[in-house]
């Protein structure tokens, strides 16, 4: 067989490995960050790191149920995304969703009391680790189905056009969502009805145990499949704040300028399994890899090294950072341990706008008609 | 009062609801140049232009989706299904997003959208085009799901579904679309949850939602006429929330049941609305609760045994005959 020759496109794909991190620091949007934003990104991507370090050990203390993804290795991408988010723009995300949780203002508190199951959870214990939601802080959550977000981040970034808003919004999937029906569906409307939305996908390379390789034709770049739908797309150095920042940055200056999508493939890694159940995940992968991600490509190790560098932070500093990080995870723990379980009246809670308002809309009590509690002897609501 | 067709009604409702609130919307296949699938939307995007009136590509899951999303940030979408029967491609959204968002944030959104589009059989469009969804979308807690058997209702219950906070799932019948009713001149809401006594009667209550209620009422006549049994017809209008205090009265007051539905058989409407009476209203009754529905098979497309298998008055007599 000869060789295939490399397609324009495929070089763009590539373009992400040879980042230079003293060139992107010069761009624009990097160079105007004062010293305290720069500190503040960076506590942001370590508070991630400590959050998830410390959701692990209460996992497995027995305190966390269910499902639990972590999102160690990938910090940059939701801090760096963010990090150029105004008021009138979005997020919304799978199920992967502490860091950009964090990433918006979410307290640990409240996260870490959701994954409890406490009634001062962000979603008062009803969602769990996959389905934080702040609409007040722009977050639509934490969505457990995988790509069905997609239509819905497509949806916000629909409304904010209609409503003659300058917002946009970052809809976030995997590299396995992409091949869902819904995520291509969601494309062809946001390519065709212009719509100022910016999909992005955290390519960690792996989905649950399945390589990249292994779920996608045409694998070597995901985010080309935009090009099927009229849509601009680039690749990202998911370990390199400044490149999250700069492309992502053209991105939202595409949707709030020009009203067009954009699909970035931010490409990144997980040192976790895909789940804290999977336990095997050196199964798929081998330590080795690990360990080179860990060791030379890890996010929050160049970061501090790039901001030691510009004098931003010193050894010190970032040892201050990562310690007060740690305090608040752990505090947040104890937080979410001494918090009270919701009461089992709040279960038929939160279910219709119409009876959660009763009062607010005179038909209110007939709405509340035909409602199971499935108490003793079975009775229904009235 | 003048008469309208279902269709004409439904439209009335969304043109006034599209003038009192400029983020309503109507999306769907074919519902703005081409005017409808059925026609229902007709006149409208002519009238209101592309602001209020959307047609998407054939992709229910990607647009029914963007509806839900819209609804988070305020807008009144209108979804068309061109068919109920398509839903379930688009089911996830439906199901986990739409009914669930709110729930999984402990009550910090809400999705005021409408889905709506006629689900029915007796079209002879066999199985594919046949669904009646609506048990299966009422087995789902933050959805409601509004069943109209005639003009008037569907125009007051989709105005009402439309300033509604919460999804509403609007099912209509491609059979009473061109059939006409008397509907009100004057602006009225018509609330969910209120059933509606079509005809009173004292011997046997037949209670349906949907075109089945048109099927009931037909039964009645034959009922007064043939046997001289009084029968009352108790028309739902809306599945969830469910009007139970009504069907309970209509019970206590005549001791026997039919229940009439197009859904079919097993785990339907029908079926739901049985373990209520026997739970609550046990002592009541006089005879089994018996129901008449769809003959449970995949629904057949030969046009006389279509006819057959959904339900018409005659094989609502019979079940009445059975207990009376
Ligand atoms: C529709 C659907 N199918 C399957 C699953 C089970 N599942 C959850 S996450 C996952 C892998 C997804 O991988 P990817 O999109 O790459 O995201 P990542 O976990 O790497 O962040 C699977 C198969 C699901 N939640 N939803």
Redesign the pocket.
Known sequence: MTAKKKTKSVKKAERWQDVDVHELAKLEINQRLTDEEKVRLYTDMVRIRRFEGRSLRSYQEGKIGGFL?LYEGQEACAVGTISLLGADDHVIT???DHGHALAVGMSMNECMAEMYGKHTGCSKGKGGSMHFFAPDKNYWGGH????GQIPLGTGIAFALKRQGKKGCCLAY?????INQGAVHEAYNLAGLWDLPVIFII?N?A???GTSQARSSAYPECLAQRAEAYGMDWDTVNGNILYDVRAKTYEAIKRAHEESRPTVLEVFTY?YRG?SVADANHEKYRSKDEILDYKENKDPITLTRKQFIEEGVLTEESAKDIDKAAMEEATASAEFADKSPFPPATSILEDTYWSMDNKGQDPQIDELNQGRFIFEDGGVYDK | MPQITYRQAIKEALAEEIERDPNVFVMGEEVAQYNGAYKVTEGLWEKYGDKHLVDAPISEAGFIGLGIGASMLGMRPVMEFMFWSFCYVAFDQLLNNGSFCRYMSGGLMNVPIVVRGPANGGTNVGATHSHTPENLCANHPGIKVVCPSNAADAKGLMKTAIRDNDPVFVMENTVLYGQKWEVPEEEYLIPMGKANILKEGKDISLIAHGRAAITALEAAGKLAEEYDIDAEVLDLRSIRPLDVEAILATVKKTNRVVYVEENKPFASVGAQITSIIQEEAFDYLDAPILRVSTIDAPQIYSMPLEKIQIPDADRVVKKVLKIC
């Open positions: 993804h799978a199920y992967r457990g189905i995988v790509g999937m995997g590299d396995g969502a955290e960690n792996y989905s649950m997980r895909h």
